[in-house]
């Protein structure tokens, strides 16, 4: 009976955190017989990643047309992800790297370098501010609408505490960001990710909250969003948070395309409804 009451609890959360803002959901078709061409737009924790993490055998892009296979359904997906962008390059690329690959469906995922701030360069405030951020997912969702295709949000996954060099640098300038906090690393991210869900309201966009995700991953008995996160890093999903982040967008993205299938788990396994 317990087993059974914590899957339904899973089973839940996930549900809550696939809900569409406003209770819209965009249309996502190809034509008939032709595989739905998805392109994932990010930066270092969408962008293949074996280059600097060769533990990570496989990004979520990497995992999501063999995911959605398992349900039926065709697609092709273009990685458009580059480590330490922010979304002004995102708009600035979008024609070459996104629309040129005429998609179905564009997955945005934006915020750690957004909010960042460059301390060890003397900076005091995030890269981009809030205003700027929020206007540039409104004109990447504008854009890629025009040409046709849909758009899912995804927000930034939360991040830790680990990486010695940024512990030290935040440490030496009090004020910023609260190294003896576990949660301090996040405090501007998290206000980036709420822009997020608030741009995904306004604009009638899907949402798959990643950020809500991993704090609740870490809630659960025995779990830690470090389970979650390259060691030493701290920013980056390591292989396990890539599988899960494959896991949800593969779900949200199969709820789109009408097809109603096994929800999956936060602890990456997935259960039918009973």
């Not at 092709?76 to 708009?91: H, K, L, P, S």
């Not at 995804?154 to 030290?168: F, Q, V």
């Not at 470090?226 to 593969?250: I, K, W």
Request: aromatic share 6%; proline share 6%.
């Amino acid at each position: 009976m317990r087993n059974r009451a914590r899957a339904l609890s899973l089973l839940l959360l996930v549900a809550a955190l696939d809900q569409v803002p406003g209770g819209v959901a965009e249309p996502v078709g190809a034509p008939s017989g032709s595989p739905v061409r998805i392109v994932a737009l990010g930066d270092s924790t969408t962008a293949t990643a074996r280059d600097w993490a060769p533990e990570i055998k496989e990004v979520y892009a990497d995992c999501l047309p063999a995911a959605l296979a398992r349900r039926g359904l065709p697609v092709v997906v273009f990685n458009a992800g580059i480590g330490d962008t922010t979304t002004r390059e995102a708009v600035a690329r979008l024609d070459r790297d996104v629309l040129s690959h005429h998609p179905n469906l564009v997955v945005v995922q934006f915020g750690i370098n957004d909010s960042w701030i460059d301390v060890d360069q003397g900076k005091t405030r995030p890269r981009l501010s809030r205003s700027e951020y929020r206007d540039n997912l409104r004109t990447i969702i504008r854009r890629v609408r025009e040409q046709g295709a849909a758009v899912v949000l995804m927000t930034p996954n939360s991040m830790r505490w680990e990486d010695p060099y940024y512990i030290k640098a935040f440490t030496d300038h009090p004020g910023l960001l609260d190294v003896k906090d576990v949660q301090g690393i996040n405090r501007l991210l998290a206000i980036y990710a709420q822009d997020m869900r608030e741009v995904a309201r306004s604009e009638s966009v899907p949402l798959l909250d990643i950020y809500r995700a991993f704090e609740q991953y870490g809630k659960m008995p025995g779990r830690s969003v470090n389970d979650l996160l390259l060691a030493g890093d701290g920013f980056h999903p390591n292989q396990a948070g890539q599988r899960l982040v494959c896991r949800l967008l593969s779900d949200r993205i199969a709820r789109l395309l009408g097809h109603q299938g096994p929800a999956p788990r936060l602890d990456g396994s997935s259960e039918r409804q009973r």
